[in-house]
């Protein structure tokens, strides 16, 4: 929905989205340290305010209930002596330093405090956000008359005086973006120095302007090495190339630059498609003549002669990359603005799809709200070149930053960790398995404090999407029991069983479509992966049903907090050996896979009655009695998780010693015949 409002600037009327209010009973209990004089400012504001009071830029109208004045005192925690709190709560990171608590919270980066200036300067501050019912059991805090916990921030805002004329330049890594840009320099300053903490100082990267100034010439170095082998190999490619120098040139610049940098990730930038043919000539040219300075066929070229190759062009892309970099941050006004990346460095521009092409939609869609006209320094401009070499592959076009707020070494950490790895495609599953492990291992993050950056770039598309998303505490909660036990056979599809969870879609509704994949192969043969549920169609027609799958079931009844989960193998064991009494006769064998349809159609229009009866159908045909248990729990509340499990045993593989038992039931029969 969109409504026009006057736009003075332009004396036009001007079309914006309509955002529902998504705040609903809310209430804020807010304590506020002053003078007397401002006290009692804001007092008469409050009691009588001469317009109508908000929060946000307006969508969401306040009721202010009662203002009063109240006296705090401080009060020791102990083990013995804790304070629950009745209320979530930001608390100052500062503060929350000081004290211990049962629950670690989630980390945030919040705006606390701006100069009402044209442009506003934002000053930010660190809390973590700690949820109601969460025990402080040490430290000390101010409590007020009521027993309330008083959370005070600092009194004067924490900025930092910046220098512009400082011999260091300084990044923060305030979100996922900016997070990315500094892992990604710091991954090169770590390659070429051995130690990237010493350009960490506390939650941020601050590098020798000496050093910045060699940074373009260090990226396309750290480039060019890592595609080394692969402009080894092209040689021979290269020399019979009948185009002319910038052809080769072209070349080139492809394998040893845009093999990472792509053109997707920074669309009509000059270090993509935009790189200036001039600059490709004289790579090509240079190629040239070392090749023919040498004056041998490829194939009698040595190792060393190889190299040598390898070096002279590698000079020359990177004094063409450092020159491309150098136009793209152009000699241009710096308009007035403060950057919004850094806060502090002046502005040469704002934020344009050329400075990283996710962040904005294709041409044919409306651009990004949140990213628009948002001014950025020249700094930041080059940083953010940095950030694709951040994310990691996860095979299918995808690839993963994980972000750990207010924790820019932890973050390093762990999304370096395919760097042991290399060439190994590790799958939002594996990342998944190894966030666990690590969080056991490190105390400082939690999975609730992290967030998952996924962009997709199809094959078939120009433009990248991006999947950003945190977990939530229940489902980090069921993560943290239950990972161990996802089906690696069907790692393809975890990215969509996280969308499922994390969406509150059912996996019940999941399992519908796997298991009809499994069961109905034929009429899904021409099915494309064009959906996420296509895609778990898709993978079900390529996988064995055995207990493993139990896990889909058991996450979602941990979710469900349902504590009947102990009926979930029964119900499979139970389908399983229903199964081993059919295929005793042949007879039966095709009575099953009517069966099979029969219940999951049950299943699929959730008729617990028809379910039923085509049970105890089943178990008459064999004459065998229905195991009780089915009589205690196959209720509506439990009616999802019997019935699959049940139907996954049915369609399950038997295992070795129920196939021997047949064999030799069999092999007695006969005797005895």
């Given at each position: ?12 009327l ?5 955002q ?10 807010i ?7 401002l006290l009692?400012?804001i007092?008469?504001g409050l ?8 929060l946000?830029g ?9 203002v009063?004045r109240?006296?705090c ?5 102990s083990?013995?002596n804790?304070?629950e709190?009745v ?7 500062l503060?929350?330093?000081e004290i ?7 980390n945030?980066?919040l ?6 200036t ?38 004067i805002?924490?900025t ?7 011999d260091y330049?300084?990044?923060?890594p ?9 892992v990604?320099?710091?991954k ?6 051995k130690?990237?903490s ?11 302007r ?10 396309a ?10 402009f ?12 002319d ?11 040893l630059?845009?093999?990472n ?5 920074y669309?009509n930038?000059?270090?993509t ?7 490709k ?10 090749f ?13 002669e ?5 070096e ?7 004094q ?6 150098g ?14 990346f ?5 502005a ?10 996710p ?8 651009r ?17 070149f ?10 299918a076009?995808k690839?993963?930053?994980i ?5 820019l070494?932890?973050?390093?950490r762990?999304?370096?960790i ?14 998944m398995?190894?966030?666990?492990k ?10 609730e ?8 770039a ?12 945190h ?12 990972i ?16 499922y969870?994390n ?28 959906t ?15 207990e493993?799958?139990l ?10 907090m ?8 029964q119900?499979f064991?139970a ?23 029969k ?8 008729d ?15 004459e065998?009695?229905i195991?009780?248990?089915?009589v205690e729990?196959?209720?509506d ?12 045993g ?16 069999e092999?007695e ?5």
């Open positions: 929905m969109w409504f026009k409002k006057h736009n003075f600037k332009d004396k036009e001007g079309r914006l989205p309509l529902v209010p998504i705040l609903y009973n809310l209430w804020l209990l304590h506020i340290k002053a003078s007397e004089e009692n400012e007092e008469s009691k009588k305010p001469k317009e109508l009071l908000f946000s307006g969508e969401y109208p306040v009721k202010v209930e009662e009063r109240v006296r005192d401080i009060k020791e925690f083990k013995f804790s304070m709190l209320y979530n709560a930001y608390v100052p990171s503060l929350k330093r211990k608590s049962t629950e670690e919270g989630v945030f980066h705006s606390y405090f701006y100069k009402s044209k442009p506003k300067v934002y000053n930010w501050i660190e809390t973590t956000y700690l949820k109601k019912g969460t025990l402080i059991y040490k430290g000390k805090l101010y409590v007020d008359e009521e027993g309330y916990p008083v959370f005070l921030t600092p009194e805002p924490q930092e005086t910046i220098n512009l004329q400082q330049v300084i990044f923060y305030n979100n996922w973006l900016t997070a990315s840009a500094c990604g320099m710091l090169v300053l770590e390659w070429k120095y130690d990237f010493k350009f960490v100082e506390g939650n941020k990267v601050k590098i020798d000496r050093i910045w100034d060699e940074m373009p010439y260090l990226y170095e750290y480039l060019c090495e890592l595609n080394k082998q692969r080894i190999n092209m040689l021979n490619e290269l020399r019979s190339h009948t185009g120098a910038k052809e080769i040139g072209a070349e080139i610049y492809k394998v630059i845009n093999t940098i792509k053109h997707n990730f669309r930038s000059y270090l498609n935009n790189f200036k043919p001039e600059y000539r004289e790579i090509g040219n240079k190629f040239l003549e070392v023919i300075n040498l004056n041998k066929p490829i194939g009698e070229l040595t190792d060393e190889k190299n040598h190759i390898f002279e062009v590698k000079t020359i892309v990177k063409k990359f450092a020159e491309a970099l136009e793209e941050i152009g000699e241009r006004d710096a308009s007035g603005l403060t950057c919004s850094c806060n502090h460095r002046k040469i521009k704002f934020v344009e799809e050329r400075n990283f092409t962040l904005f939609a294709s041409f044919n869609t409306m990004n709200f949140f990213w628009d006209n948002i001014p950025i320094c020249r700094e930041c401009v080059v940083s953010l940095f950030s694709c070499i951040s994310f990691v592959s996860s095979g076009q690839q993963i930053f972000y750990i707020p207010q924790n070494e932890g973050t390093y762990i999304n370096i395919r760097k042991l790895e290399e060439d190994i495609v590790s799958s939002l599953y594996s990342w398995n190894k966030l666990v690590y969080e056991i291992q490190k105390t400082e993050w939690m999975l404090s992290i967030y998952l950056v996924e962009l997709e199809p094959s078939d598309a120009n433009d990248v999407r991006i999947y950003s998303f977990i939530p505490d229940h489902i980090a909660k069921a993560i943290r029991t239950e161990k036990s996802y089906p690696k056979e069907l790692e393809s599809i975890f990215s969509e069983f996280m969308f969870i969406t509150g879609k059912s996996l019940y509704d999941f399992l519908l479509y796997l298991l009809s994949g499994f069961l109905r192969k034929k009429s899904y043969e021409n099915l494309k992966d064009n996420t549920d296509a895609r778990i169609v898709n993978a079900g027609k390529n996988m064995k049903i055995s493993r799958l896990f889909f079931i058991n996450f979602q009844e941990v979710l469900n349902n504590e009947q989960r102990d009926y979930i193998k119900a064991r389908g399983r050996e229903l199964k081993s009494y059919y295929i005793k006769s042949e007879g039966n064998q095709k009575k099953l896979e009517e069966l099979t349809y219940l999951l159609e049950a299943i699929r229009r959730k617990q009655g028809y379910f039923s009866q085509n049970l105890i159908k089943a178990y008459l045909r064999v065998k009695e195991p009780y248990f089915f729990v196959l209720n509340k439990n009616f999802n998780m019997i019935a699959y499990a049940f139907l996954m049915l369609n399950s593989e038997l295992e070795r010693k129920d196939n021997e038992e047949q064999a030799n039931n092999g029969n006969s005797e005895s015949a």
